[in-house]
């Protein structure tokens, strides 16, 4: 079994971590969703982390707002690449936990991606991106996503541009 790890500090992150899990639900990507949390529950995360690895998570996301330490502290439980998204609501709407989850020490990286909802799309994207490298039908998937989208642009825009 390969599948994606999400994890997220609080159930107050669901609501925007619901988009990451949806986005790698509609590539028909396999993934687990938990909320633990490195201050709350550290043996909880950390037990976590060592039985999805062992049974075959190949990317974790780890989603956290205010003093976001849950990606660094994962990233320190597996050579597995780790994204983590940084989420809004603390006092700096998002920063601190940008900040706090993308300032990590030299040899032990959190792939960082945006603040709040974008960052827990990209997120999903980004680990399909890690998967496709193996996995041709998973890129195959992924390129023809990008000329959707390249093409919604183009229909976007007709009704609306002017060009001289
Ligand atoms: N940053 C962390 C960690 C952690 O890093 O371990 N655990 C929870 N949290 C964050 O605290 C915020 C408020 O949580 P509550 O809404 O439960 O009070 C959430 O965004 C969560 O990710």
């Known amino acids: 079994m390969k ?3 999400i994890l997220m500090g609080s159930k107050s992150d669901y609501s925007v971590m619901e988009e990451c899990a949806k986005t790698l639900e509609k590539f028909g ?23 999805a690895e062992a049974k075959g998570a190949k990317v974790f996301i780890a989603a956290a707002g205010m003093a976001a ?5 994962v990233a320190s439980l597996t050579t ?12 700096m709407e998002g ?3 940008l900040l706090s989850t993308a300032q990590m020490p030299g040899g032990m990286p959190v792939g960082t991606v945006a603040i709040g909802s974008a960052g827990a799309v990209n997120s999903a994207y ?5 998967l496709a490298i193996e996995d041709e039908e998973l890129a195959a ?13 183009e229909t976007d825009s007709m009704g609306i541009e002017i060009i001289l």
């Not at 330490?69 to 502290?73: N, S």
């Not at 597995?80 to 006092?91: E, F, L, S, W, Y």
């Not at 998937?141 to 642009?153: G, P, S």
């Open 29 to 51: 990507v396999l993934h687990e969703v938990v909320v633990s949390s490195a201050h709350r529950s550290p043996e909880r995360t950390h037990q976590y982390v060592k039985n």
């Open 80 to 91: 597995k690449p780790v994204i983590g998204v940084p989420m809004k609501g603390g006092v």
């Open 69 to 73: 330490h849950l990606a660094g502290v």
């Open 141 to 153: 998937k992924l390129k023809e996503d990008r000329i959707l989208k390249a093409k919604k642009v």
């Open 95 to 97: 920063m601190d936990a």
């Open 3 to 5: 599948f994606v790890s």
């Open 126 to 130: 980004l680990a399909m991106q890690i």
